[in-house]
């Protein structure tokens, strides 16, 4: 019994408590558990992504992301729509708890921001009219025809490439999310949006068709964080894991590259730099 005092005694001196241990070990940021709420920063890419006007959101970057919050003891996640260069903005502004994976990989976000392994994988691809009337092959033939003009989505991967592999910045038609894309196309005002080889489904509905870029690099697409988050990052990883060995991210990814993102588990793997 003196044993056990003299412990309790020596805890509350050095200012612990039972409860102080729980709080040190709980990788859930305090805001969360106080409000009960899951915010998470999305853009805009059905089927991938819907929201109802009440912010319940389904789809595949919904559903990995809410058997992850299952699997922690948290409630399903509630999305805010922005555009795609905001997404970090509300994340470090504090009006979000994470960023659904609508953000690739990139040198620059890894500063900013820390992501889990990919939960998406893929090649840039371009959506050209169906026919390819310019005969694009990807970036680099976009860059030897300087009347092409290339819609990207503003502050996304596909466009810090197409201008690292030589298209001018005058080819480039920036616009804030996939519809304006492909409007963009239809219109007229663009030859071919450049995106993931998966982001459009069914182009041919569209009256579009997509041709892979072969000299792309494989991008990855992970959840992302605030740096001082980094635990519930490595929550998030952990339950990612669970989902990869039982089979689960396998049955609802919806594209049929399954073979390359099941090997890649961080997003150093792809990006060095990230955390």
Wanted: hydrophobic content about 45%.
């Amino acid at each position: 019994m003196k044993l056990r005092l003299s412990w309790m005694v020596f805890l509350a001196l050095a200012g612990y408590s039972p409860s102080s241990f729980g709080q040190a070990d709980d990788p859930i940021p305090t805001a969360i558990r106080k409000s009960g709420e899951i915010r998470v920063a999305a853009a805009s890419s059905p089927p991938y992504l819907v929201v109802s006007p009440t912010g319940e959101a389904t789809g595949y970057d919904a559903d990995i992301i809410n058997l992850a919050l299952k699997g922690m003891g948290l409630p399903a996640m509630k999305a805010l729509l922005l555009a795609n260069d905001a997404l970090i903005p509300a994340l470090q502004a504090h009006q979000v708890d994470l960023v659904a994976p609508d953000l690739g990989y990139t040198e620059a976000r890894c500063k900013a921001v820390v992501f889990t392994g990919p939960v998406y994988a893929s090649q840039d691809g371009v959506y050209v009219p169906i026919g390819n009337p310019k005969h694009l092959t990807g970036y680099s033939s976009v860059a030897q025809s300087q009347d092409v003009k290339l819609a990207v989505v503003r502050g996304s991967l596909q466009e810090a490439f197409a201008l690292k592999q030589g298209v001018k910045p005058e080819q480039l038609v920036r616009v804030t999310d996939i519809a304006a894309g492909i409007a963009t196309i239809r219109g007229g005002r663009a030859n071919a949006f450049a995106l993931g080889q998966f982001t459009i489904p069914n182009p041919e509905q569209k009256s579009l068709e997509v041709v892979v870029d072969k000299q792309s690099p494989v991008n990855g697409v992970g959840v992302a964080f605030r740096m001082e988050d980094i635990r519930f990052r490595d929550a998030f990883d952990k339950q990612f894991d669970l989902l990869r060995s039982n089979g689960a991210m396998k049955e609802i990814y919806p594209f049929p590259n399954w073979d390359v993102l099941s090997k890649v588990h961080r997003a150093s793997e792809l990006v060095p730099s990230c955390k």
